[in-house]
């Protein structure tokens, strides 16, 4: 048991993230290491707020609801030529709970992105990874992880507003795959960053949605259970565009985020009676999730160039307290 717990906490925690990708080269600036500088002017998510609606082609409807003030800028995904690029990614997760543990995961990525139509389309693959545990036991564990994670890809498909049309992953194995698979379908922005709709000035905000019906579902299928939303399948995501900075000759808009949530579900999950019949168990779970990312977007394709995220998540489930604490920060190397 605490074989799998491990296992799926460090790549439901850190896999994704290594999707989340910034550029840095001679003409842009270096990323700042996450535990460097805090992130400040994060927005504010009021308790209980309501996640945009989806529109008809199942895409969040982004809403702006301040303008901001001064010189607007029109943030969105553009490319004219397919680029590639090579980046590292480091994630710290610490969970307490009934399965304590710590460890620090490292990867390198290729990543290329190139124009179709009036989309963008990203293939990100993994193609080395180490991770390192707080303990012995959980060591075997992580390195089955992360041979399970060697050569995964994902292909996914970007609107202008950098929403998610449609993603695929290919590779890897074990539970790693299984979660790749099940996070597939989740709509989280290009490197958990939405571009506004319009143009913006500096103090803007607007809000996205990030959706984690689909990938739980996909997961409880998978180990053979189902999985039934009471509240909160949604969550809102708000972004404040901070200001625009000019490095080495490159713009940059920085934009703050935050995500504060509250779900309730109820697991149905197949065990075994005394009289070695099947029969269905039903458990409810109540989580809660914060966190607040930066990024640091190059105004000219819209493509984030630095993402550092922190995320607090706290579950219950039949009066066990889990918590697990995430940090991570990714940049390109070559």
């Known amino acids: 048991m605490r074989k799998l717990a491990v296992a799926l906490a460090v790549v439901a925690g850190g896999l994704l993230l290594a999707l989340g990708c910034t550029k840095e080269n001679e003409n842009q600036p270096s990323a700042t290491k996450p535990d460097s500088t805090p992130i400040q002017d994060a927005p504010a998510v009021a308790q209980e707020e309501e996640a945009p609606p989806l529109k008809a082609d199942g895409t969040p409807v982004v809403k702006v609801e301040r303008p901001g003030s001064g010189k607007k800028l029109q943030l969105a995904l553009s490319l004219d030529k397919p680029v590639t690029w090579r980046y590292t990614t480091t994630v710290d997760s610490q969970q307490t709970g009934p399965t304590t543990f710590s460890s620090t995961t490292e990867m390198r990525q290729t990543v290329t992105a190139k124009p179709e139509e009036d989309q963008v389309v990203v293939t990100i693959a993994i193609e080395d990874v180490k991770m390192k545990a707080g303990d012995p036991e959980s060591q075997k564990t992580l390195d089955e992880v992360a041979a399970g994670m060697q050569g995964m890809k994902t292909v996914a498909r970007y609107d202008k507003q950098a929403q998610t049309t449609s993603t695929e992953t290919s590779g890897g194995r074990g539970v790693a795959a299984m ?95 005394p009289q070695g019949q099947t029969t269905p168990t039903k458990v409810t779970t109540v989580s809660r999730i914060s966190g607040k990312g930066e990024a640091h977007v190059d105004v000219k394709t819209g493509i984030p160039i630095y993402v550092k995220l922190e995320q607090t998540s706290q579950a219950e489930t039949q009066g066990v307290k889990t918590t697990t604490v995430v940090k991570s920060v990714t940049k390109r190397v070559s």
């Open 179 to 273: 979660m790749a698979q099940a996070q597939s379908g989740v709509s989280s922005g290009l490197f958990g960053v939405v571009l506004p709709p319009e143009p913006v000035a500096p103090g803007a905000e607007w809000v996205g949605r990030y959706d984690m019906t689909k990938a739980l579902g996909n997961m409880a299928k998978a180990s053979g259970a189902s999985v039934k939303y009471l509240r909160g399948g949604s969550h809102p995501i708000r972004y404040r565009f901070v200001e625009v900075r000019k490095e080495n000759g490159v713009e940059l808009a920085v934009i703050t985020f935050a995500v504060e949530g509250v779900s309730e579900t109820e697991f149905t999950v197949p065990t075994m009676n």
